[in-house]
């Protein structure tokens, strides 16, 4: 038998959660590009509780820019979709109303660009990725050898990526004279808003001058960090929520228990009550993303490619690996001491709360997920603490030990031969530049070389440069696990 979709008149099971008001009877006022399993789990939540707790037209209209995906599962359910929560003891269904629609823009950004001009969307959301954006890291300028960045240039009336929408979409707003649309980034990256609005700023200047003057003067770019370990969905996923509500939803997504946003409160057009579903607003997110991005998403990155490379499918089975346990702890903790207080917050609890939620077993996190992408994540996560950490006189070896591992990983296969994609935007740069060298020091050299990647303060450290090399020759040398052993003792 067929399942019913589910749908605005679905009929639930009363212990599934429902929007506790009438989706219909409130309109649109967010765009949200990317719309994927991190929306649905993180902001889309916070709307649906802010939404409940204050009414508003604070719908969102969801776009993705490169897959259909999400628009053939939402459209067809009346934008709504089961949220699972996988606690240790315990999982729980939500279904969340926030989401009106979904907006495939790929190949054709028209309906994206003429709903981004409607003066009632009064935020641009986004959670596209690290790489999605075509901002270079180390100058913060725009990234012309970006293949979108670099359509978009040259035909800024039909943008295909991140920049080129957001700027073709406030210059329609800018020639009606409407007020623009607040940009909002939510992606794992250091002083998010800031980022955004430079390449913003250098993307509309290159093609309209004047345009760029008025963003400069007009458009706020609050900071935001997001935090909720998200995993992709899978078959599981649709099963188990079919289970739980009696529907078909295609569009599910599973997720932890833990949820943390903290926003930078510069909305001059207005915003929802997230505070309503638990988000902070801060003057200055800055401490805040520093902790996550270093405690959480640094050993994340290290778990996944030590993880993956010796056989540890998800995060929780690095977490019942003794000698893989031992170094997410270091890492952790290695990290929190890079860091200045957080306001309201203590690091040990912090640390604790890491580890349990790492250890979820119900959360089916897997490691080569996190390993993808590799070279748009380091920055951020493991090079700026490690600069910190040696400005500080504190040890450099966890940071060290994640470069190396993530450079083992760059070779393209485990210590079995078994090979696989390394899921990396400049995979074939780095293809290139490790061939098939055999030196630890040489492959260390030429990846620490990478254009814009590592910075200089610990390009030309010896004592960094040595304990790289030397951690990556001991996995070349004896295997991972016994380079794990080693490194936990
Ligand atoms: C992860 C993040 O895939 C990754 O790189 O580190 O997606 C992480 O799960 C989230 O930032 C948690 O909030």
């Known amino acids: 038998m067929t399942m019913e979709r ?12 429902q929007p506790a008001y009438v989706p219909s009877e ?9 719309l994927g399993a991190f929306h649905k789990a993180h902001q889309a939540v916070y709307t649906d509780d ?16 490169r897959s259909p995906k999400a628009a053939e599962e939402l459209n067809p359910q009346n934008g709504l979709f089961t949220l699972i929560e996988r606690g240790v003891d315990n999982t729980s269904a939500r279904v969340i109303g926030s989401i009106a629609k979904v907006i495939a823009a790929k190949g054709n950004s028209e309906q994206l660009l003429e709903t981004l001009s409607d003066p009632r969307i009064r935020i641009a959301s986004l959670t596209v990725t690290e790489k999605a954006y075509g901002i270079e890291r180390m100058s913060g300028g725009i990234d012309t050898s970006h293949p979108a960045v670099a359509a978009d240039i040259l035909s800024p009336d039909s943008p295909v990526g991140v920049l080129g929408i957001l700027v073709a979409a406030l210059k329609r707003r800018c020639d009606a004279e409407t007020k623009p649309f607040t940009v909002l980034c939510c992606d794992n990256l250091p002083n998010n808003g800031a980022f955004v609005r430079a390449g913003v700023l250098e993307f509309a200047r290159r093609i309209d001058p004047a345009l760029a003057d008025w963003i400069e003067a007009q458009v706020s770019f609050p900071s935001t960090m997001v935090d909720r370990i998200t995993p992709a969905a899978t078959q599981a996923t649709l099963s188990e929520a079919r289970d739980l509500t009696g529907c078909s939803d295609l569009a599910a997504v599973e997720t932890e228990p833990f949820s943390q946003w903290v926003i930078e409160d510069d ?39 030590a993880g993956f490379l010796s056989g540890r499918d998800y995060v929780c ?3 019942a690996d003794p000698d893989l346990a031992k170094l997410v702890k270091r890492h952790i903790i290695a990290a929190s001491h890079t860091l200045d207080p957080v306001p309201g917050v203590d690091l040990n609890t912090y640390a604790e709360s890491l580890l349990q939620r790492f250890s979820n077993p119900n959360i089916r996190h897997e490691t080569y997920q996190i390993a993808m992408d590799g070279t748009e994540k380091l920055p951020q996560r493991i090079f700026e603490p490690a600069i910190t950490a040696m400005e500080r006189g504190q040890s450099i070896a966890p940071f060290a030990f994640a470069t190396a591992v993530w450079m083992r990983y760059c070779l393209g296969r485990t210590d079995n031969n078994a090979t696989f994609e390394l899921r ?5 740069q780095i293809e290139k530049s490790v061939g098939t060298i055999k030196s630890p020091d040489e492959i260390a050299t030429r990846l620490s070389g990478l254009d814009g990647f590592m910075p200089k303060e610990l390009i030309l450290d010896q004592s960094w440069n040595s304990a790289v090399s030397s951690k990556l020759a001991l996995m070349l040398d004896k295997g991972m696990l016994a380079a794990l052993h080693n490194e936990a003792k």
């Open 267 to 305: 909305f001059p057009t207005g915003r929802p009550a997230w505070d309503a579903g638990g988000a902070l607003f801060v003057k200055n997110v800055a401490q805040y993303e520093n902790m996550k991005l270093r405690m959480l998403n640094g050993t994340h990155s290290m778990l996944a490619y």
């Open 50 to 65: 802010a939404l409940a707790a204050a009414g508003g037209d604070w719908r969102t209209i969801g776009a993705s820019l």
């Open 424 to 428: 990396d935007p400049r995979q074939d």
């Open 317 to 319: 089975d690095v977490m």
């Open 6 to 17: 589910l749908t605005a008149s679905s009929t639930l099971p009363a212990d599934v959660r």
């Open 26 to 34: 409130h309109g649109c006022g967010i765009v949200h590009l990317g």
